[in-house]
Structures are given as C-alpha cells and as structure tokens.
Nanobody
Framework: QVQLVESGGGLVQTEGSLRLSCVAS????????VAWYRQATGKQRELAAV???????NYADSVKGRFTISRDNAKNTVYLQMNSLKPEDTAVYYC??????????????WGQGTQVTVSS
C-alpha cells in the first residue's frame, strides 16, 4: 500500500502564501505523477496542478502564475507553493499519486486532505 499525508494548510489573508506538502510512503517502486486537487464546499473536486516524471507540470487556468508544484524525489515529497491567494482558493486540498508499487501493480492513492482558508 501507498500512503499520502498532506500538511501545510491553514488560514491566511488575501494575497498571502502557503506551502502544502505531500509525503508518500509505503511500497513504492515508482511514481508517475502527483497531483493536487481541491474541493470547495458544494463544488466538485477539481485539478489544481500536476507534476509528472521528468518534472513536467501543468496547472489549472485559475491558479496559473500563482501556484507552483515541485517535487523532492529523495524525500518522496511534492510541494504546492501557493502565492497571491484569493478567497476563491478556499478549499480542501488533496494530494493524489499514481505509480507502480513494489509488487509491480499500479496504485492510485489519495491523501486525507488539508484545509486552506483564505479570508478577504
């Protein structure tokens, strides 16, 4: 099994910054991609950013230029640096990873989520 643990959420004012972390552990052979999703109250979960092997990254239009996704392979950790935060960024942020486990089976794991609240 592969476990993901997010941290770094909290309450911040408009235009503030936060850095989320997602640490992966367990029977990991390789990770193909890690994504940050977010879900605001009453809305569907949406993709915010994704980073793939080779460090290619893609962002939702709503966060492009403000959020940066990065990874530290030695620490099995992916970060989401969020700058110039807006009230509409308020959501629970979830980490998702897909890859291959040591038993050579694919995995698709989710973290428990971390709350980000941006006050106006």
């Amino acid at each position: 099994q592969v476990q993901l643990v997010e941290s770094g959420g909290g309450l911040v004012q408009t235009e503030g910054s936060l850095r989320l972390s997602c640490v992966a552990s367990g029977n990991i052979f390789s990770i193909n991609a890690v994504a940050w999703y977010r879900q605001a109250t009453g809305k569907q979960r949406e993709l915010a950013a994704v980073i793939r092997s080779g460090d290619t990254a893609n962002y939702a239009d709503s966060v492009k230029g403000r959020f940066t996704i990065s990874r530290d392979n030695a620490k099995n950790t992916v970060y989401l640096q969020m700058n110039s935060l807006k009230p509409e960024d308020t959501a629970v942020y979830y980490c998702n990873a897909i890859g291959i486990a040591t038993n050579h089976r694919s995995f698709n794991s989710w973290g428990q989520g971390t709350q980000v609240t941006v006050s106006s």
